[in-house]
Protein backbone atom coordinates (compact mmCIF):
# COMPACT_ATOMS: atom_id res chain seq x y z
CA UNK A 1 0.00 0.00 0.00
CA UNK A 2 1.55 3.46 -0.90
CA UNK A 3 1.63 6.46 1.40
CA UNK A 4 -0.18 9.41 -0.03
CA UNK A 5 3.01 11.60 -0.37
CA UNK A 6 2.75 15.56 1.49
CA UNK A 7 0.31 17.58 -0.78
CA UNK A 8 -0.35 20.57 1.28
CA UNK A 9 -0.86 20.22 5.08
CA UNK A 10 -3.59 22.12 7.24
CA UNK A 11 -0.75 23.81 8.70
CA UNK A 12 0.98 25.11 5.56
CA UNK A 13 -2.27 25.70 4.42
CA UNK A 14 -3.14 27.83 8.02
CA UNK A 15 0.86 29.21 7.82
CA UNK A 16 -0.17 30.50 4.33
CA UNK A 17 -3.39 32.62 5.36
CA UNK A 18 -2.13 33.54 8.13
CA UNK A 19 1.06 35.43 6.02
CA UNK A 20 -0.89 36.78 3.40
CA UNK A 21 -4.40 36.92 3.84
CA UNK A 22 -6.17 39.93 6.52
CA UNK A 23 -9.61 41.60 6.85
CA UNK A 24 -8.62 44.02 3.89
CA UNK A 25 -7.15 41.86 0.88
CA UNK A 26 -7.64 38.54 -0.43
CA UNK A 27 -5.43 36.21 -2.04
CA UNK A 28 -6.12 36.28 -6.60
CA UNK A 29 -3.76 33.86 -7.32
CA UNK A 30 -1.00 31.36 -6.34
CA UNK A 31 2.03 29.89 -8.59
CA UNK A 32 4.22 27.44 -7.80
CA UNK A 33 7.51 26.96 -9.91
CA UNK A 34 10.10 24.45 -8.14
CA UNK A 35 8.66 24.62 -4.76
CA UNK A 36 8.56 28.48 -4.79
CA UNK A 37 5.19 29.85 -4.30
CA UNK A 38 4.40 33.13 -5.73
CA UNK A 39 1.77 34.91 -3.84
CA UNK A 40 0.08 37.95 -5.80
CA UNK A 41 -2.41 39.35 -2.79
CA UNK A 42 -4.64 42.46 -3.86
CA UNK A 43 -5.41 44.91 -1.08
CA UNK A 44 -8.71 46.13 -1.30
CA UNK A 45 -8.47 50.05 0.31
CA UNK A 46 -10.48 53.09 0.67
CA UNK A 47 -12.06 54.64 -2.27
CA UNK A 48 -11.99 51.28 -4.28
CA UNK A 49 -8.34 51.56 -5.14
CA UNK A 50 -6.36 48.51 -5.57
CA UNK A 51 -2.99 47.96 -5.17
CA UNK A 52 -0.96 44.30 -5.84
CA UNK A 53 2.27 42.69 -4.46
CA UNK A 54 3.97 39.49 -4.86
CA UNK A 55 5.80 37.61 -2.27
CA UNK A 56 7.27 34.23 -2.18
CA UNK A 57 5.96 31.16 -0.29
CA UNK A 58 7.96 27.95 0.08
CA UNK A 59 5.97 24.67 -0.28
CA UNK A 60 5.86 20.97 0.65
CA UNK A 61 6.14 18.37 -2.41
CA UNK A 62 2.35 18.37 -3.88
CA UNK A 63 0.26 14.87 -4.87
CA UNK A 64 -1.63 15.19 -8.31
CA UNK A 65 -4.69 13.51 -7.27
CA UNK A 66 -7.70 12.56 -9.28
CA UNK A 67 -9.59 16.00 -10.03
CA UNK A 68 -9.50 17.15 -13.31
CA UNK A 69 -10.23 21.02 -14.43
CA UNK A 70 -10.07 20.90 -18.10
CA UNK A 71 -7.94 18.14 -18.36
CA UNK A 72 -5.55 18.97 -15.92
CA UNK A 73 -5.40 17.17 -12.74
CA UNK A 74 -6.40 19.00 -9.72
CA UNK A 75 -6.62 18.84 -5.93
CA UNK A 76 -10.29 20.28 -4.57
CA UNK A 77 -10.55 22.04 -1.52
CA UNK A 78 -13.95 23.58 -1.75
CA UNK A 79 -16.19 24.52 -4.47
CA UNK A 80 -13.91 26.59 -6.66
CA UNK A 81 -10.84 26.06 -4.07
CA UNK A 82 -7.76 23.50 -5.96
CA UNK A 83 -4.48 22.31 -6.89
CA UNK A 84 -3.95 22.71 -10.64
CA UNK A 85 -0.67 21.54 -11.95
CA UNK A 86 0.43 22.39 -15.72
CA UNK A 87 3.60 21.01 -16.29
CA UNK A 88 6.65 22.23 -13.74
CA UNK A 89 3.64 25.14 -12.95
CA UNK A 90 1.16 24.56 -9.58
CA UNK A 91 -1.62 27.34 -9.18
CA UNK A 92 -3.92 27.56 -5.81
CA UNK A 93 -6.83 28.74 -7.24
CA UNK A 94 -9.55 29.75 -4.49
CA UNK A 95 -12.76 31.78 -4.55
CA UNK A 96 -11.03 34.85 -3.55
CA UNK A 97 -14.53 36.35 -1.98
CA UNK A 98 -15.74 33.45 0.07
CA UNK A 99 -12.51 31.91 1.25
CA UNK A 100 -11.29 35.17 3.23
CA UNK A 101 -15.05 35.56 4.27
CA UNK A 102 -15.08 31.93 5.88
CA UNK A 103 -11.60 32.18 7.04
CA UNK A 104 -12.49 35.21 9.52
CA UNK A 105 -13.62 33.32 12.66
CA UNK A 106 -12.70 30.36 14.41
CA UNK A 107 -15.56 28.63 13.78
CA UNK A 108 -15.45 28.72 9.89
CA UNK A 109 -11.83 27.90 10.08
CA UNK A 110 -11.92 24.91 12.07
CA UNK A 111 -14.70 23.75 9.25
CA UNK A 112 -12.64 24.57 6.71
CA UNK A 113 -9.73 22.49 8.24
CA UNK A 114 -11.69 19.61 8.57
CA UNK A 115 -13.15 19.38 5.08
CA UNK A 116 -9.28 20.41 3.79
CA UNK A 117 -7.87 17.33 5.81
CA UNK A 118 -10.74 14.87 4.74
CA UNK A 119 -10.43 16.02 1.23
CA UNK A 120 -7.01 15.31 0.77
CA UNK A 121 -6.82 12.10 2.06
CA UNK A 122 -10.34 11.05 0.23
CA UNK A 123 -8.43 12.10 -2.93
CA UNK A 124 -4.73 11.17 -2.55
CA UNK A 125 -6.46 7.52 -1.08
CA UNK A 126 -8.68 6.89 -4.17
CA UNK A 127 -5.86 8.43 -6.63
CA UNK A 128 -3.24 5.98 -5.59
CA UNK A 129 -5.51 3.27 -4.99
CA UNK A 130 -5.10 2.71 -9.13
CA UNK A 131 -1.54 2.45 -9.06
CA UNK A 132 -1.51 -0.92 -6.36
Same mark, same amino acid.
Do not use: H
Given at each position: ??????????????? %??????NC??? %????????? %???????????????????????????????????????????QS????????????????????????????????????????????????????
Amino acid at each position: EKECPKCFSVDDFED %LFDKNINCSSY %LTRVKSIGG %LMKVKKAYIKAYDAVEYATMPYVIPEFCQCDEINNGVASLVFGQSDYFRTNGKEISLVLDSGTTVAKWDGKKMRNIFREKMVQEIYRKCSRFFEGYS
